[in-house]
T-cell receptor, first 111, second 119 residues
Framework: DAKTTQPTSMDCAEGRAANLPCNHS???????VYWYRQIHSQGPQYIIH???NNETNEMASLIITEDRKSSTLILPHATLRDTAVYYC????????????FGTGTSLTVIP | NAGVTQTPKFRVLKTGQSMTLLCAQD?????MYWYRQDPGMGLRLIHY???????AKGEVPDGYNVSRLKKQNFLLGLESAAPSQTSVYFC??????????????????FGPGTRLTVL
């Protein structure tokens, strides 16, 4: 699986958009970008995933650059409950279901 | 629909003791996983199972054994606990679609975790 690089921590004002970057410059053509988050002491929660097109669901939007070497997770209106560690994971969807979690980005939403 | 549940939520063991952690899911998922998470670190895969009666090693399998006798349950055993196994343990499950080259794996659903301390 391709390695990912994320900032260690970020802050965001409540009500503003939170933009979490992820670099995955060695991504292969069949590898998807997944995002999970882990709210303090809880199990990780799936947010969204995509291959090359931008994706949106009820939780967030995923923007993948045209060369697929980086992506951004967007939480459009961050709330205090979005304070969590966000993990960006890259893996092929048809090569087994093992996820390798790094250390992620610790997002703090400030009132 | 309880999703993924884990038993117990907390446990304290002495070095050398044994115990079993139970994971149960009611979503009829084929795949189940055990992860551990140490302070300030991401999750690391211990063992996983792609179906009833089958298990496989993950990234950090040493010191652990697993069994999947029923589709809905995945057990993680520590035969002789060590302080290095102090951690938070998470179970997860997922399903797949299609078959063969078209086999696609879907997102994992996680349990609430078991906090284990080995003294």
């Amino acid at each position: 699986d391709a390695k990912t690089t994320q900032p260690t921590s970020m802050d965001c004002a409540e009500g503003r958009a939170a933009n979490l970057p992820c670099n995955h410059s060695t991504i292969s053509g069949n590898e998807y970008v997944y995002w999970y988050r882990q709210i303090h002491s809880q199990g990780p929660q799936y947010i969204i995933h995509g291959l090359k097109n931008n994706e949106t669901n009820e939780m967030a939007s995923l923007i993948i650059t045209e060369d697929r070497k980086s992506s951004t997770l967007i939480l459009p209106h961050a709330t205090l409950r979005d304070t969590a560690v966000y993990y960006c994971i890259v893996r092929a969807i048809n090569t087994g279901n093992q996820f390798y979690f790094g250390t992620g980005t610790s997002l703090t939403v400030i009132p | 629909n309880a999703g993924v549940t884990q038993t117990p939520k907390f446990r304290v063991l002495k070095t050398g003791q044994s115990m079993t952690l139970l994971c149960a899911q009611d979503m009829n998922h084929e795949y189940m996983y055990w992860y551990r998470q140490d302070p300030g670190m991401g999750l690391r895969l211990i063992h996983y199972s792609v179906g009833e009666g089958t298990t496989a090693k993950g990234e950090v399998p040493d010191g652990y054994n697993v069994s999947r006798l029923k589709k809905q349950n995945f057990l993680l055993g520590l035969e002789s606990a060590a302080p290095s196994q102090t951690s938070v343990y998470f179970c997860a499950s997922s399903y797949s679609r299609g078959s063969g080259r078209a086999l696609l794996y879907n997102e994992q659903f996680f349990g609430p975790g078991t906090r284990l301390t080995v003294l």
